[in-house]
């Protein structure tokens, strides 16, 4: 079974550092490329950035770029999301997603990690 | 930056209803889009990807349409179980979500 799997719930401070991470199984995790999906509370869903584990290619949303960090472990069939310094506004679900087609970029989400929450709170 | 565009932002309908949702894109995408249902509480899920073929496991009363610009998301029934939030996006070159159309009964 093709799954991605997301790491647990988070609970930091401003100012802390975080990474989140979504391993693929069922697949060949380098063939094909990870996104990450924002969904604040009450709120739509927000295309973050993509990385292709084959060769570490990473795209980002301008309205993220700067501000988190895509990357990929392809020893374990990892994708991770990181921060450097949380913001209270970085309180969110945060999803990893598979593209439907092998290699390519530009194609809609078939697979879903279950979401890590993210709370950044004082 | 291309610009998703998606209406109503919520509606209300009966079971049995007919109901149509809306994502116009501000230049052209082809045939790029998709459309997610999103439960609440839960992980959104694809129903429809170029535009209008009908993801494996979808029911039938989901169809998805394009006239240029603009897409239509249709549940020809709607039913009790169809009570989430809808997103289009599209994947031409960046992934950017429509704002949503919370569906009630």
């Known amino acids: 079974e093709v799954q991605l799997v997301q790491s647990g719930p988070e609970v930091k401070k401003p100012g802390e550092s975080l990474k989140i991470s979504c391993k693929g199984s069922?697949?060949?995790?380098?063939?094909?490329?990870i996104a990450w999906v924002r969904q604040m509370p009450g709120k739509g869903l927000e295309w973050m950035g993509i990385?292709?584990?084959?060769?570490?290619?990473?795209r980002y949303s301008p309205s993220f770029q700067g501000q988190v960090t895509i990357a990929a472990d392809n020893s374990i069939s990892a994708a991770y999301l990181q921060w450097s310094s949380l913001k209270a506004s970085d309180t969110a679900m945060y999803y990893c997603?598979?593209?439907?087609?092998?290699?390519?970029?530009?194609?809609?989400?078939?697979?879903w990690g279950q979401g890590t929450m993210v709370t950044v709170s004082s | 930056d291309i610009q998703m565009t998606q209406s109503p932002s919520s509606l209300s309908a009966s079971v049995g209803d007919r109901v149509t949702i809306t994502c116009r894109a501000s230049?052209?995408?082809?045939?790029?889009l998709a459309w997610y249902q999103q439960k609440p509480g839960k992980v959104p899920k694809l129903l429809i990807y170029?535009?209008?073929t009908l993801q494996s496991g979808v029911p039938s009363r989901f169809s998805g349409s394009r006239s240029g610009t603009d897409f239509t998301l249709i549940i020809s029934s709607l039913q009790p179980e169809d009570v989430a939030t809808y997103y289009c996006?599209?994947?031409?070159?960046?992934?950017?979500f429509g704002g949503g159309t919370k569906v009630e009964i």
């Open positions: 230049q052209g995408i082809s045939n790029f």
């Open positions: 170029d535009a209008s």
């Open positions: 990385i292709y584990p084959g060769d570490f290619d990473t």
């Open positions: 069922g697949y060949r995790f380098t063939n094909y490329w």
């Open positions: 996006q599209r994947y031409n070159s960046a992934l950017t």
């Open positions: 997603a598979r593209p439907r087609v092998s290699g390519s970029a530009s194609d809609a989400f078939d697979i």
